[in-house]
């Protein structure tokens, strides 16, 4: 089981407030998937996409901007190594008026037992259509929730089923509040985790199905659930 990542510097061209950061990324995403006919024609499907992505590093903690003329790295993953070698080229074709891409390098992830995952971005659960939250929240239903979604990501890619295996041994929230990202005007909210994760051979394919493609809900629009590994 691998994944694919591209790392990706940048120039920032304007001041960019940190709760709108994940969307202007996404959005500029979406541009360069338009220069490509393959990628032009995933992005018009409703349906998930094949990748997610990261924020800015360093993060601008104190300041809360990301600053004009400033270089900032982020990561974009995919379960496609495809996908991945076409938004290489599309992104170095790319002109923005948000961001001037600076350098990429590609790398891939696999092969090793992913122990843990914790989520950089917040992890995105919606129920009934409302974000759930830690304060009146059923937590098994959150983890479910996770583990249905991982399920169907790793279906979509590759067109097999995984069932009756449980990839989460342990989840732990690392924020007391919600999180706030911005999107279309509206504030979604999530919770960071950390996930202990089973080391049979399903629960794997699961974990790296997560790396590659997030964990919940947002993950292509605005990096919802993108995580790291620590790995055995």
């Known amino acids: 089981m691998e994944c694919y990542e591209l790392t990706v510097t940048v120039m920032v061209k304007q001041n960019i407030y940190f709760q709108n950061v994940q969307e202007k990324i996404g959005a500029y995403l979406n541009r360069c998937m338009l220069m490509d006919e393959t990628l032009k024609e995933m992005h018009g499907r409703r349906e998930v996409k094949p990748y997610t992505f990261s924020g800015f590093y360093p993060v601008e903690s104190k300041t809360k901007v990301y600053k004009a003329g ?102 732990e929230f690392m924020n007391q509040k919600p999180m706030a990202i911005s999107y279309k005007g509206v504030r979604l909210l999530g919770n960071k985790v950390k996930i202990t994760v089973n080391s049979d051979e399903d629960s794997q394919k699961l974990a790296y199905t997560a790396l590659g493609n997030s964990l919940g809900e947002k993950g292509s629009s605005l990096g919802g659930g993108f995580c790291f590994a620590n790995f055995a």
């Not at 390098?105 to 092969?111: A, F, L, T």
């Not at 279906?155 to 097999?160: E, H, I, N, R």
């Open 70 to 171: 400033a270089i900032y790295v982020f990561r974009i993953r995919s379960l496609q190594k495809e996908f991945i070698d076409k938004m290489e080229r599309c992104l170095r074709k790319q002109k923005s008026d948000d961001f001037q891409c600076i350098a990429i390098e590609k790398r891939k992830h696999g092969n090793r037992v992913i122990q843990e995952l914790y989520s950089v971005i917040p992890v995105i659960v919606t129920v009934d259509g409302k974000p759930w939250l830690q304060e009146d929240g059923d937590v098994d239903l959150f983890i479910k929730r996770l583990q249905a979604n991982v399920e169907k990501k790793y279906y979509d890619a590759y067109g097999k089923k995984i069932e009756n295996t449980q990839f989460i041994q342990r989840l």
